[in-house]
């Protein structure tokens, strides 16, 4: 079965740092999303993307947070200056259509910011 | 903001027995309910979903029922299994991109 693949698995930064995380999706998808769970919190919402451009972002994802779509197959997550906050499991999602019916999640990046 | 709520934390059930987790929401505006699956170490793995125009959907041993005027949705597993015992998150929409989702209810289904 096609999956979604994120690396790295685990990534350790120091506060103010930037941070790339990065997701290949399923290759004939065409929405892509990024989720985070703090540690004993619910998986919130980040970012939706679609056709080259954002179409739906949450407060969270502020100015520090930025995603690219750099070619055909990779889907980026960049913080540019890490908090100790931004500390949580990073989940890359992808469907074939809008209405978030069969969400494929990768398996997550854990960041930890010390 | 807990638009979604899953109360119970966690749920004990011994193999061959139903499992039923409960989710509340409070936003009446949600079209879209699903629930998701998550092993240890793994990313969340869609399972059932709902839509608002129904109040069941039913796919193998998986069973999700929507009560709309209590705002309320429950997922029913018969019978369960051991490999059943993972985190269960519920989750809705109401704009199309954007999923909100429950705390998650840990399951665990003994022998």
């Known amino acids: 079965e096609p999956e979604v693949t994120q690396t790295p698995s685990h990534q350790v930064t120091q506060m103010g740092q930037e941070v790339i995380l990065r997701c290949v999706p399923i290759s004939n998808h065409l929405y892509f999303y990024w989720y985070r769970q703090i540690l004993g919190q619910k998986v919130e919402f980040l970012v939706s993307?679609?056709?080259?451009?954002?179409?739906?972002k949450s407060e969270i994802f502020d100015d520090q947070f930025s995603v690219e779509r750099p070619d055909g197959s990779n889907f980026t997550l960049k913080i540019r200056s890490t908090k100790l906050e931004d500390s949580a499991m990073y989940f890359c999602?992808?469907?074939?259509?809008?209405?978030?019916?069969?969400?494929?999640f990768g398996s997550g990046t854990q960041l930890s910011v010390l | 903001d807990q638009q979604v709520k899953q109360n119970s934390p966690s749920l004990s059930v011994q193999e061959g027995r139903i499992s039923i987790l409960n989710c509340d929401y409070t936003n009446s505006m949600f079209d879209y309910f699903l629930w998701y699956k998550k092993y240890p170490a793994e990313g969340p793995t869609f399972l059932i979903s709902?839509?608002?125009?129904?109040d069941k959907n039913e796919d193998g041993r998986f069973t999700v029922f929507l009560n709309k005027s209590a705002k309320h949705l429950s997922l029913h597993i018969v019978p369960s299994q051991p490999g059943d015992s993972a985190v269960y998150f519920c989750a809705a929409s109401a704009i199309p991109d954007k999923l909100i989702f429950g705390t998650g209810t840990r399951l665990q289904v003994f022998p």
């Open positions: 709902i839509s608002s125009i129904k």
């Open positions: 993307f679609y056709n080259n451009e954002i179409s739906e």
């Open positions: 999602a992808s469907s074939g259509g809008r209405n978030n019916e069969k969400l494929f």
